[in-house]
């Protein structure tokens, strides 16, 4: 079954205490993505990957770093974490995104304290 | 930068009465416009895309239309098992290589009994 798998679904941790959510997908997509959506803000795309080795800032980077080593894995790393990053995180990817549509994971809801 | 606003914020139907779910944007070039369905706990499940003005797609009870200016998501005899939020995105070309998706808010439908 194609999907895109997030871990863990939810996390409650403390402030400065680093963390990663890893993504993982099974489609052989290149374009990977995470979003984060918060009440009111709506969707927004924190870091993008285009390939392996390609990584690039979105719309809201700050406090995020990511990784791409392997064209299924897409880990995102807190590595100070902070109260203001408490948020429903998505990971999505997509074969060719300037023709298809990105599908996403389930979600990772994270409390930081 | 490009926009996406979303309309009513919730609405709330009888099963079997019609209506319309409204997407206003701004973009800089549309790539194209996206419909997610999100389930409360489930990350956004794709719905149809659009590329370019006076384009329809359709899907059992659900039709999607797109001018210039705005989308519309037509739900014909809703059944509870629509109950959901939509989410309307764009992905525009001022973006480059970056194929983020720019959500609205979404729009909470509650179809009752």
């Known amino acids: 079954e194609a999907q895109v798998t997030q871990n863990p679904r939810y996390l409650i941790t403390v402030t400065g205490k680093k963390l990663t959510v890893t993504c993982s997908q099974n489609?052989?997509?290149?374009?990977m993505s995470w979003y984060r959506q918060d009440p009111g803000l709506g969707l927004r795309q924190i870091y993008y990957?285009?390939?392996?080795?390609?990584?690039d800032k979105g719309d809201v980077p700050e406090g995020y770093k990511v990784s791409r080593k392997e064209k299924r894995n897409f880990p995102l790393i807190l590595e100070s974490p902070s109260p203001n990053q408490t948020s429903l995180y998505f990971c999505?990817?997509?074969?060719?995104?300037?023709?298809?549509?990105?599908?996403f994971g389930d979600g990772t809801r994270l409390s930081i304290l | 930068e490009d926009q996406v606003t979303q309309s009513p914020e919730a609405l709330r139907l009888q099963e079997g009465e019609s209506s319309s779910l409204n997407c206003s944007y701004t973009?800089?070039?549309?790539?194209?416009l996206f419909w997610y369905r999100q389930d409360p706990g489930k990350g956004p499940e794709f719905l149809f895309t659009?590329?370019?003005a006076g384009e329809e797609k359709e899907k059992e009870r659900l039709k999607a239309t797109l001018t210039k200016k705005e989308s519309f998501l037509h739900i014909t005899a809703p059944k509870p098992e629509d109950s959901a939020t939509y989410l309307c995105?764009?992905?525009?070309?001022?973006?480059?290589?970056?194929?983020?998706?720019?959500f609205g808010k979404g729009t909470l439908l509650t179809v009752n009994p």
């Open positions: 999505a990817s997509s074969f060719r995104p300037e023709i298809q549509p990105q599908h």
């Open positions: 489609m052989n997509h290149e374009y």
């Open positions: 990957s285009m390939n392996v080795e390609v990584t």
């Open positions: 973009v800089s070039g549309l790539r194209g």
């Open positions: 659009l590329y370019s």
């Open positions: 995105a764009v992905q525009g070309g001022s973006g480059g290589s970056n194929y983020k998706l720019t």
